[in-house]
Structure formats: C-alpha cells, structure tokens
C-alpha cells in the first residue's frame, strides 16, 4: 500500500511540475508530495546537461563539484563504484551504480540517484527511514518523467 500511495504522491508532484508553476509552489509540492512521506529526508531535481536546481527541498545543497562527481559516474559506472558519491556535503560509499540509478549509503544514511532524459533526481534518507522506500519513489519518479520524455 506504501508503494501505491508513493507511486499517486509522484504522479501528482510531476503533474504540477509538468505545468511550469512558480518555483516556490514546485518546491512546496516536492516537499509535501515526497519528503512528507517520511521515506526521503532531502531533494532535488537537476538539470543533466549543467547541473542546474530545476527544484529542490530548502535544506538540500549540491555544489558543482559534487554534481560533476555525480555525472561522471552515471557515464563510467565503474568510476563511481571506484571512488565516494558526494552530496549535500556528505560522502556515500555506492552499492550500486548503472546507467540508470547510484545507490550509496554511508551506515546511518544514504542517497538514491536517478536519471532520465534531461534530469538527476537525487533523494536523500536518514537513520530510521527506508531505503527501499526511497529507492522506489525516486525511481518511479524517474519512470514517470521518462515517460513523458523529459
């Protein structure tokens, strides 16, 4: 049931998004339709081609050189299992990374990021949440904005 809630949660979040509201009301909905599900402590959306904010939580900050890291191992996956995932400040030893997604964990907390045609979706999870739980809404996220080619 946690799953179809999130999987309505995002649908929602990318509806408003895909209508270009202002950037205070996308932020309000990433964090109400996300983060208040209590699976994701911090996120963001990126844009791919210069790392750019398209949207993020207020206490979410990604420095360039941590995007940089980021983009470099979604085009050498092996670089990115070879060396730490840094985001928000903190360094995550991955467990997964693929041309699809980098999951990385640091023992109390971790990071779950996606990409699609155009964006990094990057969802933070502390002590005492899931990951499944993040994995899966940030995935799903990213499913839906494939799927409207974004």
Known sequence: IYIYIYILA?????HIWLKKMNQQQLE??????LVSTESISKAAILRKKD???????PTFAMSMAEYN???????SPKTGRDNPIVV????YLAVRVDKQAIYAKDG???VIIAQTKGSYIV???????????CAEATEKLADYLKEKGK
């Open 28 to 33: 309000d909905a990433l964090q109400q339709m």
């Open 51 to 57: 790392g750019k904010v398209r949207i993020q939580t």
């Open 10 to 14: 995002i649908r929602s979040f990318v």
């Open 69 to 75: 890291i980021v983009k470099a191992a979604f085009e």
């Open 88 to 91: 928000d400040g903190c360094k």
């Open 108 to 110: 109390k907390s971790g």
């Open 123 to 133: 969802c933070l999870y502390e002590l005492g949440m899931y990951p499944a739980l």
